[in-house]
């Protein structure tokens, strides 16, 4: 593995289901961050964690939760996934907090 | 509230040289960033300015004042791979990056 992966590449999901989105990077990098990107919308932060055992609420938390169990992986999950979730979701790690963010190939998800 | 503006849309020729312009208001400034996303791909880093000035990296230079709220990304001698998504991204007072909607460049032979 070199940087960040991500699992699945792509999905589309019933409404109501549940789903965790994988996100692993081997950089050794302390921060992690959860994006979704929306058609003509930056990207908007859905969760982050600064370090191993820590994780924040970002801009749009509603729907989701994360965890952090390891300074590796980042799961994202969706309890119970609405239409209004559709969108493109990306994640990113970083050195620290402060620094340049770096990213997944993304996750295509649609929910109908 | 915060927020960051740049154009939706900009079409420039193959070996010409363009300029990207990015503005915002913040709670806060701890550095602004310029990444390139192609379509259907994930963005990429460009580059960082946190000082006033330009800051050049080969064909791209990048150029921040505070005072204004302002920001560039300047393209010199354009290829067709420059097509992409330019996205500006300011990091606010809690380090939480806040996020252009992007600049789409369109570069024609």
């Known amino acids: 593995i070199a940087g960040i992966t991500q699992a699945p590449t792509s999905q589309i999901l019933a409404a109501g289901r549940r789903m965790t989105l994988r996100c692993t990077q081997d950089?050794?990098?302390?921060?992690m961050y959860w994006y979704r990107q929306d058609l003509g919308l930056g990207l908007r932060l859905i969760h982050y964690s600064n370090t191993a055992g820590t994780t924040g609420k970002g801009e749009v938390p509603d729907g989701y939760s994360v965890s952090r169990a390891n300074t590796d992986d980042f799961p994202l999950t969706l309890a119970s996934a609405v239409p209004s979730q559709t969108s493109v979701y990306f994640c990113?790690?970083?050195?620290?907090?402060?620094?340049?963010?770096?990213f997944g190939p993304g996750t295509r998800l649609t929910v109908l | 509230g915060q927020n960051i503006d740049q154009p939706t849309e900009m079409t420039a020729t193959e070996g010409a040289i363009v300029q990207i312009n990015c503005t915002y208001q913040t709670s806060g400034f701890n550095g602004l960033f310029w990444y390139q996303q192609h379509a259907g791909e994930a963005p990429t880093f460009l580059s960082y300015?946190?000082l006033d000035g330009l800051e050049e990296k080969g064909r791209f230079s990048s150029f921040l004042s505070r005072s204004k709220g302002y920001s560039y990304l300047l393209l010199k001698e354009l290829q067709m791979k420059d097509s992409a998504s330019y996205l500006c991204?300011?990091?606010?007072?809690?380090?939480?990056?806040?996020w252009g909607a992007g600049t789409k460049l369109i570069i024609k032979p």
């Open positions: 950089m050794r990098h302390n921060a």
């Open positions: 991204a300011v990091m606010d007072s809690n380090y939480q990056l806040i």
């Open positions: 300015n946190v």
């Open positions: 990113a790690s970083s050195t620290s907090g402060t620094d340049t963010q770096y």
